[in-house]
């Protein structure tokens, strides 16, 4: 297996890894804030005063299957050596009451046929009891058909002996081929980002898969969790928000041959679409990243799962390509992984910009702007970059002009255009001719 010193850059993070070094001492100055799924992708939630403790019992297998591996070892360990220990305390109880532990006098005749052959203490008994169980002979003790009894036992230890091995051996077998071992090296961006794509702020990570063997039927699911008030003044601690990824097929399939980029578009019908730079800080908010698929090779369905809280999503900023084309192949760099640039992009909240530009519903047909960058319009303000265009659908909010009047270019006239201007970090605007 690769180095990971190598192939993990700071950039990103493997799922189900315990958290580096780096990043406890990057944030061990701020205050940790909750949440509900880690970075490695488990149940961050603590249960406590559970009264109805018999219920895991009800399910032994799925209890011994979550254990840790130095519990499960501890139990088949201990299951194994009691099982022994039970039937050689039967075992020898038999021959003391057939009398076979007794010492017999060779001049006083032939000695009777014992229960089991060879067993004179407690520990040939333990010895004849291990022999049974694992089905080991080695030719020195043997049960005879001087005693019923001593046949029922061992019928007995036989059918306990082979329930024993089943179970364990299958507990041992699911843990080591638990579908989310395949997780391990499907690996998500350490930060998500917020930048504008195709004229619409989006929320943006990045997922990869460090295997050859593909993830088949691979989707991905996205919520957000927050803190809600009713209009009944009811808290509810824990409300999941479903949120769409931005696919043309409107479904959550993805097909991950490389590295991919997914986003959510901010609209008006995202939980997003309120959040801005100044605001995303003090957000008590996690987005949760599933992705389920089956796996290749052994045709187990997995699951990966991560999150991104306020501090670990980046504003203004979007990744860089880590996808070339080498030798009529494609090369991915996992250096660049998580590596981000700055964009220019307004600290105003998708809502705040649609309410500035008097946009209602799905906005008006007009021109629309290609691009949402923001560039120096003089006079220390900036302007809306981009060429304008005709086009008949509807127009998106960045595009609106304020009591501007239309170019003629089929009578050639030349009329001005009202274009506002705004600041890029304060998010104000300002009127220029």
Same mark, same amino acid.
């Given at each position: 297996?690769?180095?990971?010193? =190598? ?33 490695? =992708? ?13 219920? $895991? ?55 009777? +046929? ?19 169980? +694992? ?13 019923? +009894? ?18 364990? *051996? ?15 090296? *499907? ?67 993805? $097909? ?80 660049? $992984? ?14 705040? *910009? ?7 519903? =799905? ?17 220390? =303000? ?38 506002? *201007? ?12």
């Amino acid at each position: 297996m690769l180095a990971r010193k =190598g192939l993990l850059p700071d950039g990103f993070f493997l799922t189900r890894l315990t958290e580096g070094a780096t990043e406890t001492n990057r944030f061990r100055s701020k205050a940790q804030r909750a949440r509900f799924i880690t970075k490695t =992708g488990s149940c961050n939630v603590a249960h406590k005063n559970i009264m109805e403790q018999g219920r $895991f019992l009800q399910d032994v297998f799925t209890t011994m299957v979550d254990l840790k591996w130095q519990h499960s070892l501890l139990i088949f360990t201990s299951a194994f050596i009691c099982s022994w220990m039970l039937f050689a305390m039967a075992w020898w109880l038999l021959a003391f009451a057939h009398g076979d532990l007794e010492l017999h006098d060779p001049e006083s005749g032939p000695a009777p +046929v014992p229960c089991v052959t060879a067993i004179q203490s407690f520990t040939s008994a333990f010895l004849f009891s291990i022999e049974v169980q +694992v089905t080991i002979g080695f030719g020195g003790r043997m049960v005879t058909e001087e005693c019923p +009894v001593a046949i029922t036992i061992l019928i007995i230890q036989n059918i306990l002996g082979l329930i024993i091995n089943a179970v364990m *051996l299958g507990c041992i077998f699911m843990k080591t081929a638990q579908a989310n071992r395949r997780a391990e090296t *499907l690996i998500f961006s350490r930060n998500a980002v917020i930048a504008p794509r195709n004229g619409r702020p989006a929320l943006m990570f990045r997922v990869g898969d460090l295997r050859k063997s593909m993830i088949i039927s691979a989707t991905i699911q996205l919520q957000v969790i927050r803190k809600t008030m009713t209009a009944e003044g009811e808290v509810i601690p824990v409300c999941q928000l479903d949120i769409q990824v931005e696919n043309p097929l409107r479904s959550n399939g993805i $097909f991950l041959v490389s590295p991919l980029i997914i986003s959510h578009t901010i609209e008006r019908d995202s939980p997003l679409y309120d959040l801005s730079a100044q605001s995303l800080p003090n957000e008590n908010l996690e987005v949760i990243v599933i992705l389920e698929g089956v796996v290749e090779t052994t045709g187990i369905t997995m699951q990966a799962r991560t999150s991104y809280t306020p501090e670990e999503i980046l504003w203004g900023r979007r990744f860089v390509s880590i996808i070339t084309e080498e030798d009529g192949r494609y090369s991915v760099d996992y250096s660049k $992984f998580g590596n981000t640039i700055p964009v220019r992009m307004s600290s105003l909240s998708a809502k705040e *910009l649609d309410q500035t530009r008097g946009v209602q519903g =799905g906005g008006t047909s007009g021109a629309q702007l290609q691009g949402w960058g923001l560039v120096r319009a003089g006079r220390g =303000g900036y302007r809306r970059g981009g060429r304008a265009r005709e086009s008949t659908a509807s127009q998106p909010w960045y595009s609106h002009v304020e009591d501007g009047e239309e170019k003629d270019s089929m009578a050639g006239r030349e009329v001005k255009k009202q274009i506002p *201007l705004e600041e890029i970090s304060g998010g104000t605007e300002m009127e220029g001719d």
